[in-house]
């Protein structure tokens, strides 16, 4: 953690401790062998291979503009509703998130979208940008999400079963979200003017432009969900259609295919780079003997409830100040023991950290994804105006967190109708 508040990179921060600790420990000759497998080996995880593959079908998506409809289509579907523009944009988040995985990249396209709109209409500055922070979010939850798939590979457990299990949670995310819009809109209408009503004929119309996107998110989460492919596959599957469908409608070229090529190895390269570490660290914990201690000092009088609330107040405070993978691959060799020797499922675990972590994007002094929209806002609305807009949010998503955690089934039903 001081390695980390003197902003050294989270890789370096990981690994430099690891590497020490596993010198002092164990001596040298352990410590390079170590080094010699752990990385090749981690990196050579089949489902990591997912990782690559779903954020080139992200990239591939934005760049051949088959994501350019989604607000379109959600604004035409929902703009009846009182705050229309801004439930719109929480549905087109939604949408987004289902082909990027990542929160900020989420937030950045719907941020360009979206908060212009709203604010040429006359929406309160407030809410327009904190919807949007607070909807890029679902990046992180709703599949295919990287942070979910690195989960996976730390805890082994099925990629595809961690993903369905985060469905419900994240349209829950999306419908308290709206339900908060559309109560706060219908107490004080002059935060969203009403606009004129879209008629089913421009409805039908502005699906013209997605349906490609819709078929490639059925087809690649349809797929996973009835067991035709592994989750892994599914991003093989996901990144081809997507090239497929972007060379069809003549919206690719191949200087973008080159670019969100490039993209994508800066973006996994990053990633591997810390997940190594968080590798090496959790094999300094087993040297150390760090799981038969926790498995000790918890017993089994600990209580599963009480530990999942210790967990999101951790996460919550941590998420407030580091990047989300970081937080997450930096507990989990601490978090993994606890949840094994309490009996909570790594399942439903693995959902609930991810919507703390998502929950620390928008939460002060550092919130990710609130400077994400003021970059793309500039000087429109202050930076304290965007951690006031998702102040209502935050609540919103304290209902959830309270019904997720209430109601385990949420995240376990649906993993149980698939694996049963």
Same mark, same amino acid.
């Given at each position: 953690m001081v390695l980390l508040a003197l902003r050294v990179p989270v890789a370096a921060a990981l690994g430099l401790v690891a590497i020490v600790g596993m010198y002092l420990l164990v001596g040298e000759r352990a410590t390079w062998g170590v080094l010699r497998s752990v990385p090749h080996a981690f990196a050579a995880h089949w489902s990591l291979s997912a990782i690559p593959m779903f954020l080139f079908m992200g990239y591939i998506c934005f760049a051949a503009g088959l994501t350019d409809g989604l607000f379109r289509v959600a604004r035409a579907w929902l703009n009846f509703l009182p705050g229309g523009l801004a439930i719109s944009s929480v549905g087109g988040a939604a949408l987004f998130s289902s082909v990027t995985g990542s929160s900020v990249a989420c937030a950045a396209a719907m941020g360009k979208i979206a908060v212009p709109a709203m604010l040429d209409r006359g929406y309160d500055p407030k809410l327009a940008v904190g919807t949007i922070a607070a909807a890029g979010t679902m990046g992180s939850l709703i599949p295919p999400s990287t942070i979910l798939l690195l989960y996976a590979v730390f805890a082994e457990v099925p990629v595809s079963q961690l993903f369905i299990g985060a469905v419900i949670p994240g349209l829950l995310t999306a419908l308290m979200y709206a339900l908060m819009i559309l109560a706060r809109v219908k107490y004080n209408p002059a #935060? +969203?003017?009403?606009?004129?009503?879209?008629?089913?004929?421009?409805?039908?119309?502005?699906?013209?432009?997605?349906?490609? #996107?819709?078929?490639? &998110? &059925?087809?690649?989460?349809?797929?996973?969900? +009835?067991?035709?492919?592994?989750?892994?596959?599914?991003?093989?599957?996901?990144?081809?259609?997507?090239?497929?469908?972007?060379?069809?409608?003549?919206?690719?070229?191949?200087?973008?295919?080159?670019? $969100?090529?490039?993209?994508?190895?800066?973006?996994?390269?990053?990633?591997? #780079?810390?997940? /190594?570490?968080?590798?090496?660290?959790?094999?300094?914990?087993?040297?150390?003997?760090?799981?038969?201690? &926790?498995?000790?000092?918890?017993?089994?009088?600990?209580? @599963? #409830?009480?530990?999942? *609330?210790?967990?999101?107040?951790? =996460?919550?405070?941590?998420?407030?100040?580091?990047?989300?993978?970081? &937080?997450?691959?930096?507990?989990? @060799?601490?978090?993994? @023991?606890?949840?094994?020797?309490?009996?909570?499922?790594? *399942? =439903?675990?693995?959902?609930?950290?991810?919507?703390?972590?998502?929950?620390?994007?928008?939460?002060?002094?550092?919130?990710?994804?609130?400077?994400?929209?003021?970059? /793309?806002?500039?000087?429109?609305?202050?930076?304290?105006?965007?951690?006031?807009?998702?102040?209502?949010?935050?609540? $919103?998503?304290?209902?959830?967190?309270?019904?997720?955690?209430?109601?385990?089934?949420?995240?376990?039903?649906?993993?149980?109708?698939?694996?049963?």
């Open positions: #935060l +969203a003017p009403r606009e004129a009503e879209v008629d089913w004929r421009e409805r039908f119309l502005s699906l013209a432009d997605t349906w490609p #996107l819709f078929l490639l &998110v &059925v087809t690649v989460f349809g797929g996973i969900f +009835a067991g035709l492919f592994s989750a892994t596959e599914a991003g093989a599957i996901g990144a081809l259609a997507s090239m497929a469908i972007g060379f069809a409608k003549r919206t690719l070229s191949w200087e973008a295919l080159r670019d $969100a090529g490039f993209e994508t190895i800066r973006s996994t390269s990053a990633i591997f #780079l810390i997940a /190594v570490a968080a590798a090496l660290l959790t094999r300094l914990f087993a040297f150390a003997g760090f799981p038969d201690y &926790v498995q000790g000092l918890i017993g089994e009088d600990m209580s @599963p #409830l009480l530990i999942i *609330i210790a967990v999101s107040l951790i =996460y919550l405070v941590l998420g407030m100040f580091l990047d989300p993978i970081g &937080v997450m691959l930096l507990t989990l @060799p601490v978090l993994l @023991p606890i949840f094994e020797t309490a009996d909570i499922s790594l *399942i =439903y675990a693995g959902v609930m950290i991810t919507k703390y972590l998502e929950i620390g994007l928008i939460t002060p002094p550092v919130g990710l994804n609130v400077f994400v929209i003021k970059n /793309v806002v500039a000087d429109k609305v202050s930076i304290s105006d965007v951690f006031r807009g998702v102040g209502w949010f935050l609540l $919103a998503d304290v209902v959830t967190v309270a019904i997720l955690i209430a109601f385990p089934a949420t995240v376990l039903w649906l993993p149980s109708l698939i694996s049963g």
